[in-house]
């Protein structure tokens, strides 16, 4: 199996999850934040879609410039306007591991702000740690929140205390 077609089997799994808990972002809470150091509600929620976009920037693209890019939080006005976002992320990343050549895997990306470079890795590192593991340490932090808000979880890995019993 080609690693773009194992990526995207697990993509789709994960995309799953992750818009069933987008999908009950409370708005009215976009500002809770559990500990003066945590992002907000609503950088966090902003932050786990614009993740599920990154296959461009880390896989199609050979580095990521911090100081050529913006990264001000999306602002959503509702959880439609979110999962729309979202959807268009899944969408493009998609498309992305469907048409991507298997040797852009094994070249290098560099993460800089200018002239400072903070790594160079192997696309398939980057595919993995920050398309991917990154993308779930984030949603676990989003499922914590939601947790806290007592908004009920849906299911991720199995059922939740939430889903037991339904």
């Known amino acids: 199996m080609k690693l773009s077609h194992a990526l995207l089997a697990e993509y789709t799994q994960?995309?799953?999850?992750?818009?069933?808990l987008l999908a009950v972002i409370p708005f009215e809470q976009n500002d809770f934040k559990p500990h003066e150091k945590s992002m907000t509600l609503?950088?966090?929620y902003s932050h786990v879609a614009d993740i599920s976009?990154?296959?461009?920037q880390c896989l199609i693209q050979d580095e990521l410039d911090f100081s050529?890019?913006?990264?001000?939080?999306?602002?959503?006005?509702?959880?439609?306007?979110?999962?729309?976002?979202?959807d268009q992320n899944v969408m493009d990343t998609t498309k992305i591991l469907n048409e991507?050549?298997?040797?852009?895997?094994?070249?290098?990306w560099t993460m800089r702000s200018g002239e400072q470079i903070f790594g160079v890795?192997?696309?398939?590192v980057v595919a993995r740690s920050w398309c991917l593991n990154?993308?779930?340490?984030?949603?676990?932090?989003?499922?914590?929140?939601?947790?806290?808000?007592?908004?009920?979880?849906p299911s991720i890995y199995g059922p939740t205390a939430d889903t037991e019993g339904k």
């Open 14 to 20: 994960e995309a799953a999850t992750t818009r069933s």
């Open 42 to 44: 609503k950088q966090l």
């Open 53 to 56: 976009g990154w296959w461009d």
């Open 68 to 86: 050529k890019s913006d990264f001000t939080p999306k602002d959503f006005k509702d959880n439609a306007a979110l999962l729309a976002y979202f």
């Open 100 to 108: 991507v050549d298997e040797a852009e895997f094994g070249k290098d």
């Open 121 to 124: 890795m192997p696309k398939s």
């Open 134 to 153: 990154h993308w779930y340490h984030h949603r676990g932090q989003l499922s914590v929140y939601l947790r806290m808000l007592n908004v009920p979880l």
